[in-house]
T-cell receptor, first 113, second 112 residues
Framework: NAGVMQNPRHLVRRRGQEARLRCSPM?????VYWYRQLPEEGLKFMVY????????ESGMPKERFSAEFPKEGPSILRIQQVVRGDSAAYFC???????????FGAGSRLTVL | EDKVVQSPLSLVVHEGDTVTLNCSYE??????LLWYKQEKKAPTFLFML????IEKKSGRLSSILDKKELFSILNITATQTGDSAIYLC????????????FGTGTRLQVTL
C-alpha cells in the first residue's frame, strides 16, 4: 500500500508560469482533498473532489486555481500565472467513502521566484 | 468562520518529561476532533475524538475531548526524541465534505 502519492515533491516556478501538482490517492480511496500550508500557518482546506466531481471548493481562490480528479489518473491542482504569495506546501489527502480520517501525502512544496 | 487554536505554539522538554498540548475549537456543526503528528513529511493520524470524556490511548500518547468546554488535550508521557514534531489539531464538521479546520500546531522539541 503506497499511501497517498504526491509529485513533484518540490517545484520552482517563476512568476507568471503555471504550476501543476499531482496526487494519487490511496488504493480504494475515491475522495481527494487539497490543503495549503503557508509558512507558520496551519493547513487550510482548499477543495474536496470525488471522481469527476468537485464537491466543495469553498477554500480555493476564485482566480488562477483549479482542481480536477478525472475518471482515470491522479488528481491535479493547477495554479496559473503563479505569484510569490502562492509559495507554500500543498498537501493532498484521501479517504474512502464515508470515512472522516484523512490520509495525507507528503506534500508538494512550491516556490515562486 | 470555524477556528481552532492550539497552545503552546512551541515547547522544548527533556527526554522523559510529560507534556500536555492544548486545543480549543469553535466549529459549526461540530462532529469530531482529530490529532495529527507532522514531521518532515506527511501529517500522520493519531486520534479521532467524537465523544466527551472518553480517553483514547496509543502507547505513551493519550487524548481526551470536552465538548462542553470545546477543547481537547493531547498528553505524551515519558517523551523521547522521536516525539519531536509539530502536533496538529483539527475540527471536523458534519457538512457534506470531510473538511478539517486545522490549528497552527504545537512544535514540540524533545532534547536529550
Amino acid at each position: 500500500n503506497a499511501g497517498v502519492m504526491q509529485n513533484p515533491r518540490h517545484l520552482v516556478r517563476r512568476r507568471g508560469q503555471e504550476a501543476r501538482l499531482r496526487c494519487s490517492p490511496m488504493k480504494g480511496h475515491s475522495h481527494v482533498y487539497w490543503y495549503r500550508q503557508l509558512p507558520e500557518e496551519g493547513l487550510k482546506f482548499m477543495v474536496y473532489l470525488q471522481k469527476e466531481n468537485i464537491i466543495d471548493e469553498s477554500g480555493m481562490p476564485k482566480e488562477r486555481f483549479s482542481a480536477e480528479f478525472p475518471k482515470e489518473g491522479p488528481s491535479i491542482l493547477r495554479i496559473q500565472q503563479v505569484v510569490r504569495g502562492d509559495s507554500a506546501a500543498y498537501f493532498c489527502a484521501s479517504s474512502y467513502s464515508g470515512a472522516n480520517v484523512l490520509t495525507f501525502g507528503a506534500g508538494s512544496r512550491l516556490t515562486v521566484l | 468562520e470555524d477556528k481552532v487554536v492550539q497552545s503552546p505554539l512551541s515547547l522544548v522538554v527533556h527526554e522523559g518529561d510529560t507534556v500536555t498540548l492544548n486545543c480549543s475549537y469553535e466549529v459549526t456543526n461540530f462532529r469530531s476532533l482529530l490529532w495529527y503528528k507532522q514531521e518532515k513529511k506527511a501529517p500522520t493520524f493519531l486520534f479521532m475524538l467524537t465523544s466527551s470524556g472518553i480517553e483514547k490511548k496509543s502507547g505513551r500518547l493519550s487524548s481526551i475531548l470536552d465538548k462542553k468546554e470545546l477543547f481537547s488535550i493531547l498528553n505524551i508521557t515519558a517523551t523521547q526524541t522521536g516525539d519531536s514534531a509539530i502536533y496538529l489539531c483539527a475540527g471536523l464538521n458534519t457538512g457534506t465534505a470531510s473538511k478539517l479546520t486545522f490549528g497552527t500546531g504545537t512544535r514540540l522539541q524533545v532534547t536529550l
